[in-house]
């Protein structure tokens, strides 16, 4: 079985870049609801309750056709989700160090110009879904995804290792409109104030060996 996992700080704790009220809800009402209805979809086929969420996302095409888009987007939802809560934290922010900062710099030519892409796919990312920064290996790239899509469900070229998710925002309107309303661009601009770089390092240092 799936299950929600706690938030790794408390819910005030992203103020005022991110609302209480929306916490509770984004945490305890939506994400938890993607969790339930993982667990709904999936009744009895313990091949797939034992996997992990990336091991799932990875497994989409062997899950029966008849729960597939239920088990796409709700398990979507769950990694989505958890990842979200991880890569903020209080009192962060400001510019990346490390591995990460250099490949940033090398990428896109300064951290300016890699907030100003990372923004504009958040921004322009039509209805609802997600914007990335992936590392496929040492590589970096910005991506946007519908729903609850994500990069772990990309398939792997055989002899590579897949495309990893280092750093990602949530646009649908339920992350944002209860303190910013239809003002998407503002959401985003706040969010980087509560960005875990130290986090996105971690994952980076992991897959650019
Ligand atoms: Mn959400």
């Known amino acids: 079985m799936f299950k929600l996992p706690d938030l790794p700080y408390a819910y005030d704790a992203l103020e005022p870049y991110i609302d209480t009220e929306t916490m509770h809800l984004h945490h305890d009402k939506h994400h938890a609801t993607y969790v339930k209805n993982l667990n709904d979809a999936l009744v009895g086929q313990d091949k797939f309750l034992n996997m992990t969420p990336e091991e799932l996302m990875k ?22 989700h958890t990842f979200f809560w991880e890569i903020m934290g209080p009192k962060m922010g400001g510019e ?34 997600w914007a990335w920064l992936v590392a496929d290996g040492g590589k970096l790239t910005i991506t946007d995804t519908p729903n609850q899509d994500n ?57 650019s060996k």
């Not at 497994?59 to 729960?67: C, G, I, W």
């Open 96 to 129: 990346p160090t490390g591995k990460v900062a250099g490949a940033i710099k090398s990428t896109f030519g300064d951290f300016a110009k890699f907030t100003e892409a990372f923004s504009k796919a958040g921004v322009g990312r039509f209805g609802s879904g």
């Open 151 to 207: 990069p772990w469900m990309e398939a792997v070229p055989a002899g590579r290792q897949g495309k990893m998710p280092i750093l990602g925002i949530d646009v649908w309107e339920h992350a944002y409109y209860l303190k910013y309303k239809n003002m998407r661009a503002d959401y985003i601009k706040a969010w980087w104030n509560v960005v875990n770089w130290k986090r996105v390092e971690g994952l980076f240092s992991k897959v």
């Open 59 to 80: 497994s989409l095409n062997q899950v029966p056709a008849d729960v597939r888009m239920k088990v796409r987007n709700n398990g979507g939802g769950h990694i989505n």
